[in-house]
């Protein structure tokens, strides 16, 4: 190791060599076999369950000591999760790290994927909750396992239906379930359809961990993905009809922000960069950069 | 192959299916030919292998002695055994039906009713969302299910209507095999005629094989052309339905053709 920046106390990204190496082997296959979930030996990490455990493990698998890591949390670099990853990362790794989408080399991500188009030295990993489409629908793990293995995915379609029949129109508005490259269906974690387009034929490599339920699966560069939907009811972005009231944004996804008791609000970008990079300069000491870059 | 030398072999060929469980037999011996357009009932008390031999048709068990032959589609007679799973799971939701006594077994009880019958058809790849609910909505109200309840879920549905529901939910891909486990059992008497009303006639209409396991003398009287009657795990008698039940050969038979209560 080259660049010892990071605590003394810990292996470099906290995980042992073994362990790194363990998971590596699983991103290999999740590459070789895109949108199928294999099961990986996940571990106790010094963080809850719900927290991103999952996406910690892959990002520390894969961490090299001269990238640069961005975390989202909901799009956001300044929320609670995204700057503790962080953080855990500085001291553990000693990367540097950033806010900038465009400067990054891993993204980690919540439920997000940046608006600034990702390139082919970019990795995304997304933390992952549920990592099985078929979860709700049907309660038997091996049963959903056979499914997927015979590529029996007309579940799916029961799911969209009832969508439809219950609501007018295909209500499902995050972890809207893809196709990945014609054959496995997949959940995209819980970010929103808004975000599924990007996913296909995407330039970077993106990873997928959960760490409760103990999966990784990815989708390499340049992949077909397909949101599945009807013929007569046709897959469908969605964001707020508004625009944003920091940058004037017309085409990102919008938070809403209730700004007082009586109903007031406004919509802003979700994904911070972005906003505070079309603001300008100005714009960008509005976000506290909030730690030092060094541990 | 000429169609009608085809249509003459029979659908389903059981040749000495025997399972047994540990020391417990649950069928012995059992062999039949199923022709296309026949309903054979399979009567027998409680415990005397029935539902065994149904599971083991539908290859949801596997036997230990015996095979089970069925033909295709496309008019050749297979081996169940050397069918992979995946072409037996086709053949389970397109050329097969299922009914189970309790419809809660046999229903997704969390979907509403139409997206129960349309499964099957999502399944084999429909993906016109209009055309899935107008299928759905038709067979609803083939097994006299009121339209208007189509997006309820089956958990509010009475006895009747769930295993009504089943049934259209089986039916609407069309299959050729429907198999049958006490499919009245548990509705009081006026809803089961009802029910063997709408089954008799489906039967005829769709010119279904079907075969319909049994413990109600009755049942069998009003849809089935054959009769197999089991005691033990073994196929003590068979014959014509009428035949049978009419003139009980064996001791059994006769006593549970006499036990029948005459209103």
Not at chain 1, 4 to 15: D, S, T
């Given at each position: 190791?080259?660049?010892?920046?990071?605590?003394?106390?810990?292996?470099?990204?906290?995980?042992?060599?073994?362990?790194?190496?363990?998971?590596?082997?699983?991103?290999?296959?999740?590459?070789?076999?895109?949108?199928?979930?294999?099961?990986?030996?996940?571990?106790?990490?010094?963080?809850?369950?719900?927290?991103?455990?999952?996406?910690?493990?892959?990002?520390?698998?894969?961490?090299?000591?001269?990238?640069?890591?961005?975390?989202?949390?909901?799009?956001?670099?300044?929320?609670?999760?995204?700057?503790?990853?962080?953080?855990?990362?500085?001291?553990?790794?000693?990367?540097?790290?950033?806010?900038?989408?465009?400067?990054?080399?891993?993204?980690?991500?919540?439920?997000?994927?940046?608006?600034?188009?990702?390139?082919?030295?970019?990795?995304?990993?997304?933390?992952?909750?549920?990592?099985?489409?078929?979860?709700?629908?049907?309660?038997?793990?091996?049963?959903?396992?056979?499914?997927?293995?015979?590529?029996?995915?007309?579940?799916?379609?029961?799911?969209?239906?009832?969508?439809?029949?219950?609501?007018?129109?295909?209500?499902?508005?995050?972890?809207?379930?893809?196709?990945?490259?014609?054959?496995?269906?997949?959940?995209?974690?819980?970010?929103?359809?808004?975000?599924?387009?990007?996913?296909?034929?995407?330039?970077?490599?993106?990873?997928?961990?959960?760490?409760?339920?103990?999966?990784?699966?990815?989708?390499?560069?340049?992949?077909?993905?397909?949101?599945?939907?009807?013929?007569?009811?046709?897959?469908?972005?969605?964001?707020?009809?508004?625009?944003?009231?920091?940058?004037?944004?017309?085409?990102?996804?919008?938070?809403?922000?209730?700004?007082?008791?009586?109903?007031?609000?406004?919509?802003?970008?979700?994904?911070?960069?972005?906003?505070?990079?079309?603001?300008?300069?100005?714009?960008?000491?509005?976000?506290?950069?909030?730690?030092?870059?060094?541990? | 192959?000429?169609?009608?030398?085809?249509?003459?072999?029979?659908?389903?060929?059981?040749?000495?299916?025997?399972?047994?469980?540990?020391?417990?037999?649950?069928?012995?011996?059992?062999?039949?030919?199923?022709?296309?357009?026949?309903?054979?009932?399979?009567?027998?008390?409680?415990?005397?292998?029935?539902?065994?031999?149904?599971?083991?048709?539908?290859?949801?068990?596997?036997?230990?002695?015996?095979?089970?032959?069925?033909?295709?589609?496309?008019?050749?007679?297979?081996?169940?055994?050397?069918?992979?799973?995946?072409?037996?799971?086709?053949?389970?939701?397109?050329?097969?039906g299922f009914v189970h006594q309790d419809p809660t077994l046999g229903l997704r009880m969390a979907v509403s009713g139409?997206a129960n019958v349309?499964e099957?058809?999502?399944?084999?790849?429909?993906?016109?969302?209009?055309?899935?609910?107008?299928?759905?909505?038709?067979?609803l109200?083939?097994v006299?299910i009121?339209?208007?309840r189509?997006?309820d879920r089956p958990t509010t549905y009475s006895g009747g209507m769930r295993q009504r529901l089943q049934i259209a939910r089986n039916l609407?891909?069309?299959?050729?095999?429907v198999m049958m486990d006490e499919p009245t059992g548990g509705l009081d008497?006026?809803v089961q005629?009802r029910l063997?009303?709408l089954l008799?006639?489906?039967?005829?209409?769709?010119?279904?094989?079907?075969?319909?396991?049994?413990?109600?003398?009755?049942?069998?009287?009003?849809?089935?052309?054959?009769?197999?009657?089991?005691?033990?795990?073994?196929?003590?008698?068979?014959?014509?339905?009428?035949?049978?039940?009419?003139?009980?050969?064996?001791?059994?038979?006769?006593?549970?053709?006499?036990?029948?209560?005459?209103?």
């Open positions: 190791m080259n660049t010892p920046q990071h605590a003394p106390a810990y292996n470099f990204a906290y995980l042992d060599e073994q362990t790194k190496r363990m998971i590596r082997r699983a991103i290999l296959k999740a590459v070789a076999i895109p949108g199928y979930q294999v099961p990986f030996a996940s571990r106790e990490m010094p963080m809850p369950y719900g927290w991103g455990t999952g996406g910690v493990q892959v990002t520390a698998a894969i961490l090299g000591a001269d990238d640069v890591l961005k975390v989202i949390d909901q799009g956001a670099d300044d929320t609670t999760n995204a700057v503790s990853i962080r953080k855990f990362f500085q001291k553990t790794a000693g990367v540097k790290t950033t806010t900038e989408t465009a400067e990054a080399t891993i993204i980690q991500t919540r439920h997000r994927i940046p608006e600034t188009p990702l390139t082919a030295r970019q990795i995304l990993v997304f933390q992952v909750p549920i990592p099985d489409p078929l979860r709700y629908l049907e309660p038997r793990e091996t049963e959903t396992r056979r499914m997927h293995a015979l590529a029996e995915y007309g579940l799916m379609h029961v799911k969209l239906y009832e969508d439809i029949a219950r609501h007018g129109h295909i209500a499902t508005t995050y972890a809207y379930p893809v196709k990945v490259d014609g054959r496995y269906v997949m959940d995209p974690s819980p970010t929103p359809k808004f975000d599924n387009p990007k996913m296909h034929d995407c330039a970077a490599l993106q990873l997928f961990g959960a760490g409760r339920e103990k999966r990784i699966y990815a989708i390499p560069p340049h992949t077909r993905v397909v949101s599945l939907d009807f013929d007569d009811h046709p897959f469908e972005r969605y964001r707020h009809d508004d625009t944003c009231a920091l940058c004037g944004a017309k085409d990102s996804y919008l938070d809403e922000i209730v700004t007082d008791d009586r109903g007031s609000r406004m919509f802003v970008c979700s994904d911070t960069d972005y906003c505070e990079g079309r603001r300008g300069d100005a714009g960008r000491t509005g976000t506290p950069h909030a730690e030092a870059q060094t541990p | 192959m000429n169609l009608a030398a085809t249509e003459s072999q029979p659908l389903l060929i059981a040749e000495s299916l025997s399972k047994s469980f540990g020391r417990q037999v649950g069928c012995r011996n059992v062999s039949f030919d199923l022709h296309e357009g026949e309903v054979m009932a399979v009567v027998g008390e409680s415990g005397s292998g029935k539902s065994t031999l149904l599971r083991l048709l539908s290859m949801q068990m596997e036997a230990d002695r015996g095979r089970v032959f069925y033909r295709l589609r496309d008019g050749a007679t297979r081996d169940l055994t050397t069918l992979g799973e995946a072409e037996l799971r086709f053949l389970a939701r397109t050329d097969w139409g349309g099957r058809l999502m399944a084999v790849g429909w993906r016109h969302y209009g055309e899935i609910r107008q299928a759905a909505t038709d067979w109200s083939r006299e009121d339209t208007a189509i997006d609407v891909t069309q299959p050729r095999l008497v006026s005629a063997l009303d008799r006639n489906l039967v005829a209409v769709l010119k279904l094989s079907a075969v319909i396991v049994t413990h109600d003398l009755a049942v069998a009287r009003l849809l089935s052309h054959r009769i197999m009657v089991m005691k033990d795990g073994e196929v003590i008698e068979s014959g014509l339905t009428d035949q049978v039940l009419d003139d009980p050969r064996e001791p059994y038979t006769q006593l549970l053709v006499s036990s029948i209560l005459q209103p």
